[in-house]
């Protein structure tokens, strides 16, 4: 089968990724990868065959103390397993089952409580902005801007966090195929922003159901960018328990061990003291007593997955 010229073909899938000569600048960043290219935030680096890093923290913002508890444990047992971290956390989550589920302190206060873990316990940190007004005050506190799911094919959105000159975490959608995220790339690359990093969170599967196709990992790491799996969000089960999402927390591990034996450049999980207290997405966050078992098996995975 011939190819015409300027089309990018996956070397290991022969899948080919509409993009040609006519692209111009994105299609000179993805011919030129070998690797996913390297994204630096504060003093962490991300891609370029650099270790798995960590991304952490509990789903929403549910107060200062519980957030400082949570962010403060978490460096003590990343720093034990020798695994760089980035805390994260939602000032609002804007995009839940119910009208009536918490959301969060909202944008100023939780920018407050963020910048304050920030500068205390010497943290990169990560959100996600839902509007744009949130883009500006958002990117003068955090090191990178999180695109959830749902907002992940709304161009204007898309460009404007990436202007912020932010690093730029865009979710995948639970409805896009892996090969379509080269488009999403386009509009970020198109501002000149090329510190982007793209999560995996899982596909739709009928109603009320996530699955992970790990052949996404590998088709997005062949994009040239890092790429993220999202451990917790991907075992959840939207709108599940009817007012809010349940989850099955016990595949969160097995899926995070597969994830790091594909090469995945960070992994994402939701953790909390008492998941089954949190304010938001408890059934399908990590306990956080179980954190440093689970850390322990990935970095061993991520160290032999890198001599293959």
Not at 103 to 118: D, F, N, Q, T
Not at 159 to 171: C, I, Q, T, W, Y
Not at 269 to 286: M, R, T, W
Request: glycine content about 10%.
């Amino acid at each position: 089968m011939c190819y015409k010229t300027g089309q990018i073909i996956s070397s290991l899938h022969g899948r080919i990724f509409s993009l040609d000569k006519a692209d111009g600048f994105l299609y000179s960043l993805m011919m030129k990868a070998k690797r996913p290219r390297q994204v630096p935030i504060g003093n962490i680096c991300i891609g370029g065959g650099n270790p798995v890093v960590l991304i952490a923290g509990p789903c929403v913002i549910e107060g200062w103390k519980q957030t400082y508890t949570v962010a403060k444990a978490l460096k003590k047992i990343a720093a034990a397993a020798s695994i760089p971290l980035i805390f994260k956390a939602s000032y609002d989550k804007a995009n839940r089952t119910s009208l009536h589920s918490f959301r969060g302190p909202g944008l100023k206060r939780g920018l407050e409580i963020l910048a304050e873990i920030r500068r205390s316990l010497d943290l990169p940190v990560l959100s996600d902005v839902h509007r744009f007004e949130e883009i500006g005050p958002a990117a003068e506190v955090l090191d990178v801007l999180q695109i959830p799911a749902f907002l992940c094919r709304q161009t204007d959105f898309i460009m404007e966090v990436a202007r912020s000159g932010k690093p730029v975490n865009v979710k995948k959608g639970q409805f896009l195929a892996p090969a379509d995220v080269v488009r999403v790339i386009e509009k970020v690359t198109s501002t000149g922003n090329t510190r982007l990093l793209i999560t995996e969170r899982g596909t739709t599967f009928g109603y009320h159901n996530l699955v992970v196709d790990m052949r996404s990992l590998v088709t997005l790491r062949e994009m040239g960018f890092p790429v993220i799996f999202d451990a917790t969000h991907s075992v959840q089960l939207p709108g599940g328990t009817g007012s809010a999402s349940g989850g099955e927390r016990e595949f969160v591990a097995p899926l995070a061990r597969a994830a790091v034996a594909t090469g995945i450049d960070a992994l994402f999980l939701e953790v909390h003291g008492q998941p089954e207290k949190a304010l938001c997405d408890g059934p399908n966050a990590l306990k956080l007593a179980g954190l440093p078992r689970l850390l322990k098996e990935i970095t061993g995975i991520d160290r032999l997955s890198r001599s293959w």
